[in-house]
């Protein structure tokens, strides 16, 4: 069975780093195919895709948000990391991590993290 | 990026009825076309992949269609658990894209 849990500060100010850690279970980040992505959602909004890194490696990274994204992987520890620099108001939102795979993108999600940027 | 236009922004329904909302891609995305569920409080949920096929675990009253450019989810018996809203998302070019939702309300 596949589990995702999103964890992360809460709330922080404007400039700051925001780093996101992604635990899963049920499967491997080593294993060919597997992926682990991140989306997030403003309150009352849509959803945005941020970034996605794979068994291998590859990361891709959504080009809106400039070179502001870094996705990283512990494979040992069944962990994915989000950090997005200079983080301001319009970075509040809600953030997930889903379960990425060939073929079936997004196929679980975890249960998502609000992150407040405020001063 | 490529655009993704959901129509209607909100539909108000009954249980029962047969219920069609679309998406229209600015650019041609193949059948690279998934079709998530959000219940109110909920994280979305993967109902259809590659534009027609029906994840594990999905009822059959939810389908889905279209290829190139335009999309469509159907629920052909409208059930009061399926009041959410409805997005979907291309994947066949970065970045991957959302269309902003189509909201199911009751009647």
């Known amino acids: 069975q596949v589990t995702l849990k999103e964890s992360g500060p809460g709330i922080l100010q404007p400039s700051h780093t925001l780093s996101l850690t992604c635990s899963f279970s049920g499967f491997s980040l080593s294993t060919y195919g597997m992926g682990v992505s991140w989306i997030r959602q403003p309150s009352g909004k849509g959803l945005e895709w941020l970034a996605s890194?794979?068994?291998?490696?590859?990361?891709y990274n959504n080009p809106s948000l400039k070179s502001r994204l870094t996705v990283s992987k512990d494979t040992s520890n069944n962990q994915a990391f989000l950090k997005v620099t200079s983080v301001d108001t319009a970075d509040t939102a809600t953030y997930y991590c889903?379960?990425?795979?060939?073929?079936?993108?997004?196929?679980?999600w975890g249960q998502g993290v609000m992150v407040t940027v405020s001063s | 990026n490529t655009v993704m236009t959901q129509s209607p922004t909100s539909m108000f329904i009954s249980v029962g009825d047969r219920v069609t909302m679309n998406c229209k891609a600015s650019q041609n995305v193949g059948t690279n076309v998934d079709w998530y569920q959000q219940k109110t409080g909920q994280s979305p949920k993967l109902l259809i992949y590659?534009?027609?096929n029906r994840y594990t675990g999905v009822p059959d009253r939810f389908t889905g269609s279209g290829s190139g450019t335009d999309f469509t989810l159907t629920i052909s018996n409208m059930q009061a658990e399926d009041l959410a809203v409805y997005y979907c998302?291309?994947?066949?070019?970065?970045?991957?894209?959302f269309g902003s939702g189509t909201k199911l309300e009751i009647k």
């Open positions: 590659g534009a027609s």
């Open positions: 890194i794979w068994w291998n490696g590859n990361t």
């Open positions: 889903a379960h990425t795979q060939f073929g079936v993108l997004f196929d679980y």
């Open positions: 998302l291309q994947y066949n070019y970065n970045p991957l894209t």
